[in-house]
T-cell receptor, first 115, second 112 residues
Framework: EPEVTQTPSHQVTQMGQEVILRCVPI?????FYWYRQILGQKVEFLVS????????KSEIFDDQFSVERPDGSNFTLKIRSTKLEDSAMYFC?????????????FGPGTRLTVL | AQSVTQPDIHITVSEGASLELRCNYS??????LFWYVQSPGQGLQLLLK??????LVQGIKGFEAEFKRSQSSFNLRKPSVHWSDAAEYFC??????????FGAGTRLTVKP
């Protein structure tokens, strides 16, 4: 069964450094998402991406964040200058069809630790 | 915007006992509702979803959920809990803007 994959599984970085989290969505999917889960808290929506542009973003997704689909398979989340409070689990998800009537499939997550 | 409330932060049940996890949503239109399960250190696995039609939906691992529009609820149930069901359970609602809102989660502990 096809699945969403994410690399790395764990990223440790120094405050102020740039990080890029990578995701490979399910191959025929069209919609892509990033979510964040701070330890012990709920999963929070960051951004959705369709047709090579952001379709929706939350208040968390400020100028420090950016997303890109650099080729036909990868979907990346970049944090320009990491802060301690960016430490969290970051989940990528993808969805097939355009309507909300479809399921988002989640990757296993990347745990980001900012020191 | 849509939102989800899971009133129970932590529930403990004995193995073999029945389970009900509560979920209440807020959304102005027809909601698309989901339950996900997360084992420690793992990602989110879809248990079941409701889009339309029969209000009682069956999912994987013996779980079911019932959509009650009058109560704005989508509670998850399982008749007999197994030790392997111990995990964090998240209810979520999707809106037309393609974003999904999750509840705070309910941590399930299963006693032997």
């Amino acid at each position: 069964e096809p699945e969403v994959t994410q690399t790395p599984s764990h990223q440790v970085t120094q405050m102020g450094q740039e990080v890029i989290l990578r995701c490979v969505p399910i191959s025929n999917h069209l919609y892509f998402y990033w979510y964040r889960q701070i330890l012990g808290q709920k999963v929070e929506f960051l951004v959705s991406f369709y047709n090579n542009e952001i379709s929706e973003k939350s208040e968390i997704f400020d100028d420090q964040f950016s997303v890109e689909r650099p080729d036909g398979s990868n979907f990346t989340l970049k944090i320009r200058s990491t802060k301690l409070e960016d430490s969290a689990m970051y989940f990528c998800a993808s969805k097939g069809r355009g309507a909300s009537m479809d399921t988002q499939y989640f990757g296993p997550g990347t745990r980001l630790t900012v020191l | 915007a849509q939102s989800v409330t899971q009133p129970d932060i932590h529930i403990t049940v004995s193995e073999g006992a029945s389970l009900e996890l509560r979920c209440n949503y807020s959304y102005g239109a027809t909601p698309y509702l989901f339950w996900y399960v997360q084992s420690p250190g793992q990602g989110l696995q879809l248990l079941l979803k409701y889009f339309s039609g029969d209000t009682l939906v069956q999912g994987i691992k013996g779980f079911e959920a019932e959509f009650k529009r009058s109560q704005s609820s989508f509670n998850l149930r399982k008749p007999s809990v197994h030790w392997s069901d111990a995990a964090e359970y998240f209810c979520a609602v999707a809106g037309n803007n393609n974003d999904m809102r999750f509840g705070a989660g309910t941590r399930l502990t299963v006693k032997p």
